[in-house]
């Protein structure tokens, strides 16, 4: 039977031919749908959503120590998150096949770097495969698992935005058995990595990295398309797509598996053409270890970019000598651009009103909240990776001490706090810092789509399960001061600031708000607002909350005076079909001008 997948349906559907037992990822762009996939449908795996991927990696290796096909799969930049055990993993290797799913992402769709994961494979010393499309995601990975038993590695598997995202024709097979036992086996030498047991491991690994070589050289995914002689060119992964479509004539050395490399193979390659190029995306990882044997390619990353994401266009300006110029629109009048933006209704807004106002340094993190650093909210000034708010505040107030006392604060979310951000917060009480931490409490992963995470008290498949007490939580890591807020009131927000921020303890501030996508999470919402025309007088207060649902319009003549004669240049207005009425805009008119149609005006919402 053949289906059409994405590269992600089908990396999932790959774990599950391969007899995968159990599944662990933390969500990430582009990576998220092979976890949902696998949750969804295949329900043989024992399938989590880990607290982070570090953590995944680990659930993922335990079972592959007690004979088990395992799968981790997280976003390229998660994979540095697990790289601590990953190194040695790499030493320890495993028992059932152990598979590590990085979903990498250039141009930067949904990230704060866009790292080529190519070189973990080099630097881990472990072998890596890269489909170019949906249906050799599935076969690589299930060719993964089998080299993973085979030369006892852990073995990466690398897609990229545009393979995992786009769809293609996959052929499905069945599932297969594995004949590894499932038990409890005690092997010191090869699973308790001391310093004595490491270093006979390591020989392994160098040894392991010949035989896989060795592998590599009769690997079909491995291959040369030998057409037009004149030109040769090497690629892999989403480059070969691109360079097939613009250069149909050429020769090509198709490479599936990106590290160990084939080099008798790529030898005889220069030797069957007469110019060889090398089309990849990012950094000049097949390029530099090519030069590294000795031969000369030509061009590489002298005519390829090396930032940002390629594409048909590009791969053939560049290839050509000429520069690339992004072709015209393809409308005479194209969508205007809109940049990522809260939802209207979302807590997070009412919080960086309360931030603006108080001319706070906010000191960001990762999700839905950095969205704060755009204007109009323009109170995000940091953003570095997952967790590392809570760290930086604390080495904020410890640089400045006395002086910097209520200037800035720490801001992160739940799934982001549960991440990367408990050990932080201990350091903030264990080492008796003054910061301030914002806590955005949504009740969800909101930047990937919505995902559970353990403070949401749901597992990925939907069933209830133990919920993190957030307040008991930071107690017992020492933090004495911890208040919860209704981000839809705004008041309330700004006093518990500003107490907080004067503080000489530690303290954490709890926004207790649920996204406003989260309907189980809601009793109802409110009625849509209304601006009423007669009284507004244009000055934006509303506007400047960024609302998608309020828009404002210049007027000229008799509209350019309010019904009691005060004069304005324009007026807002609110959509109805988008405004949830969370009031924010209600709370920040001066002039009355904003309407509630409930009987009384609601603070936020009525949340379960
Ligand atoms: C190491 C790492 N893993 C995963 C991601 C993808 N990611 C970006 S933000 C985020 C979590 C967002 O959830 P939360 O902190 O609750 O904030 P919200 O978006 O709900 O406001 C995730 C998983 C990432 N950027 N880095």
């Given at each position: 039977?053949?289906?059409?997948?994405?590269?992600?349906?089908?990396?999932?559907?790959?774990?599950?031919?391969?007899?995968?037992?159990?599944?662990?990822?933390?969500?990430?762009?582009?990576?998220?749908?092979?976890?949902?996939?696998?949750?969804?449908?295949?329900?043989?795996?024992?399938?989590?959503?880990?607290?982070?991927?570090?953590?995944?990696?680990?659930?993922?290796?335990?079972?592959?120590?007690?004979?088990?096909?395992?799968?981790?799969?997280?976003?390229?930049?998660g994979?540095?998150?697990?790289?601590?055990?990953?190194?040695?993993?790499?030493?320890?290797?495993?028992?059932?096949?152990?598979?590590?799913?990085t979903?990498?992402?250039?141009?930067?769709?949904?990230?704060?770097?866009?790292?080529?994961?190519?070189?973990?494979?080099?630097?881990?010393?472990?072998?890596?495969?890269?489909?170019?499309?949906?249906?050799?995601?599935?076969?690589?990975?299930?060719?993964?698992?089998?080299?993973?038993?085979?030369?006892?590695?852990?073995?990466?598997?690398?897609?990229?935005?545009?393979?995992?995202?786009?769809?293609?024709?996959?052929?499905?097979?069945?599932?297969?058995?594995?004949?590894?036992?499932?038990?409890?086996?005690?092997?010191?030498?090869?699973?308790?990595?001391?310093?004595?047991?490491?270093?006979?491991r390591?020989?392994?690994?160098?040894?392991?990295?010949?035989?896989?070589?060795?592998?590599?050289?009769?690997?079909?995914?491995?291959?040369?398309?030998?057409?037009?002689?004149?030109?040769?060119?090497?690629?892999?992964?989403?480059?070969?797509?691109?360079?097939?479509?613009?250069?149909?004539?050429?020769?090509?050395?198709?490479?599936?598996?990106?590290?160990?490399?084939?080099?008798?193979?790529?030898?005889?390659?220069?030797?069957?053409?007469?110019?060889?190029?090398?089309?990849?995306?990012?950094d000049?990882?097949?390029?530099?270890?090519?030069?590294?044997?000795?031969?000369?390619?030509?061009?590489?990353?002298?005519?390829?970019?090396?930032?940002?994401?390629?594409?048909?266009?590009?791969?053939?300006?560049?290839?050509?000598?000429?520069?690339?110029?992004?072709?015209?629109?393809?409308?005479?009048?194209?969508?205007?651009?809109?940049?990522?933006?809260?939802?209207?209704?979302?807590?997070?807004?009412?919080?960086?009103?309360?931030?603006?106002?108080?001319?706070?340094?906010?000191?960001?993190?990762?999700?839905?909240?950095?969205?704060g650093?755009?204007?109009?909210?323009?109170?995000?000034?940091?953003?570095?990776?997952?967790?590392?708010?809570?760290?930086?505040?604390?080495?904020?107030?410890?640089?400045?001490?006395?002086?910097?006392?209520?200037?800035?604060?720490?801001?992160?979310?739940?799934?982001?706090?549960?991440?990367?951000?408990?050990?932080?917060?201990?350091?903030v009480?264990y080492?008796?810092?003054?910061?301030?931490?914002?806590?955005?409490?949504?009740?969800?992963?909101?930047?990937?789509?919505?995902?559970?995470?353990?403070?949401?008290?749901?597992?990925?498949?939907?069933?209830?399960?133990?919920?993190?007490?957030?307040?008991?939580?930071?107690?017992?890591?020492?933090i004495?001061?911890?208040?919860?807020?209704?981000?839809?009131?705004?008041?309330?927000?700004?006093?518990?600031?500003?107490?907080?921020?004067?503080?000489?303890?530690?303290?954490?501030?709890?926004?207790?708000?649920?996204?406003?996508?989260?309907?189980?999470?809601?009793?109802?919402?409110?009625?849509?607002?209304?601006?009423?025309?007669?009284?507004?007088v244009?000055?934006?207060a509303?506007?400047?909350?960024?609302?998608?649902?309020?828009?404002?319009?210049d007027?000229e003549?008799?509209?350019?005076?309010?019904?009691?004669?005060?004069?304005?240049?324009?007026?807002?207005?609110?959509?109805?079909?988008?405004?949830?009425?969370?009031?924010?805009?209600?709370?920040?008119?001066?002039?009355?001008?904003?309407?509630?149609?409930?009987?009384?005006?609601?603070?936020?919402?009525?949340?379960?």
């Amino acid at each position: 039977m053949k289906r059409v997948l994405t590269g992600n349906e089908a990396i999932a559907r790959g774990a599950f031919e391969a007899g995968v037992k159990v599944a662990s990822a933390y969500p990430g762009t582009p990576s998220t749908e092979i976890m949902e996939t696998i949750a969804r449908e295949y329900k043989t795996i024992y399938a989590e959503w880990s607290p982070n991927e570090k953590v995944a990696l680990e659930v993922a290796f335990g079972a592959s120590m007690a004979g088990a096909r395992a799968m981790a799969s997280m976003k390229h930049v998660g994979v540095n998150v697990a790289a601590d055990p990953l190194m040695t993993l790499s030493y320890t290797g495993v028992r059932g096949g152990l598979v590590l799913v990085t979903a990498d992402d250039p141009e930067l769709y949904s990230s704060q770097n866009e790292q080529d994961n190519r070189h973990y494979a080099r630097f881990a010393k472990v072998p890596m495969f890269e489909p170019s499309d949906s249906q050799e995601a599935k076969d690589f990975v299930k060719v993964a698992f089998d080299v993973s038993e085979t030369y006892d590695t852990p073995v990466l598997v690398r897609s990229v935005t545009r393979v995992s995202h786009s769809k293609g024709i996959v052929e499905l097979e069945e599932p297969v058995v594995s004949s590894i036992p499932l038990e409890v086996r005690k092997e010191p030498e090869k699973f308790t990595m001391l310093p004595s047991y490491a270093r006979i491991r390591h020989r392994l690994v160098e040894e392991r990295q010949r035989k896989l070589a060795a592998f590599a050289e009769t690997f079909p995914g491995n291959r040369m398309e030998i057409d037009n002689p004149s030109v040769g060119i090497i690629t892999a992964g989403i480059a070969y797509q691109y360079a097939k479509e613009v250069f149909p004539d050429y020769s090509y050395l198709k490479l599936g598996m990106v590290w160990p490399l084939p080099q008798g193979l790529i030898r005889r390659f220069f030797k069957e053409v007469k110019r060889v190029y090398v089309i990849e995306e990012l950094d000049p990882f097949l390029e530099d270890n090519i030069r590294a044997m000795g031969l000369r390619p030509r061009g590489g990353k002298n005519l390829i970019p090396i930032t940002g994401e390629l594409n048909p266009l590009i791969v053939e300006r560049s290839l050509l000598g000429k520069k690339f110029k992004a072709p015209k629109a393809f409308f005479d009048d194209p969508v205007p651009p809109r940049p990522p933006n809260l939802c209207p209704g979302c807590p997070h807004r009412g919080i960086f009103y309360v931030l603006r106002k108080l001319k706070l340094f906010g000191i960001g993190d990762i999700g839905c909240y950095t969205l704060g650093a755009y204007p109009p909210l323009s109170s995000v000034d940091s953003c570095l990776c997952m967790g590392a708010s809570v760290g930086m505040t604390h080495g904020m107030a410890k640089a400045l001490g006395e002086e910097g006392k209520g200037k800035f604060v720490g801001i992160i979310g739940d799934s982001t706090f549960l991440h990367g951000g408990i050990h932080p917060l201990m350091d903030v009480a264990y080492n008796r810092s003054y910061a301030t931490i914002l806590l955005l409490d949504n009740r969800t992963t909101g930047m990937t789509g919505s995902q559970e995470h353990p403070g949401t008290g749901y597992t990925v498949r939907g069933e209830k399960t133990r919920k993190v007490d957030i307040v008991e939580l930071a107690h017992a890591l020492g933090i004495e001061s911890v208040r919860k807020v209704n981000p839809w009131n705004v008041e309330e927000v700004e006093k518990v600031v500003r107490e907080e921020i004067e503080k000489d303890a530690p303290s954490l501030i709890i926004s207790d708000g649920p996204c406003i996508l989260r309907q189980r999470e809601f009793k109802h919402y409110n009625r849509p607002l209304e601006v009423d025309s007669s009284k507004c007088v244009g000055c934006k207060a509303c506007v400047n909350l960024g609302c998608p649902a309020i828009s404002y319009q210049d007027v000229e003549g008799e509209m350019a005076l309010t019904a009691d004669g005060k004069k304005r240049k324009g007026i807002s207005r609110i959509e109805p079909t988008l405004c949830p009425g969370c009031h924010l805009c209600y709370q920040v008119c001066k002039f009355g001008a904003i309407q509630s149609r409930e009987e009384s005006p609601i603070l936020g919402f009525d949340v379960i």
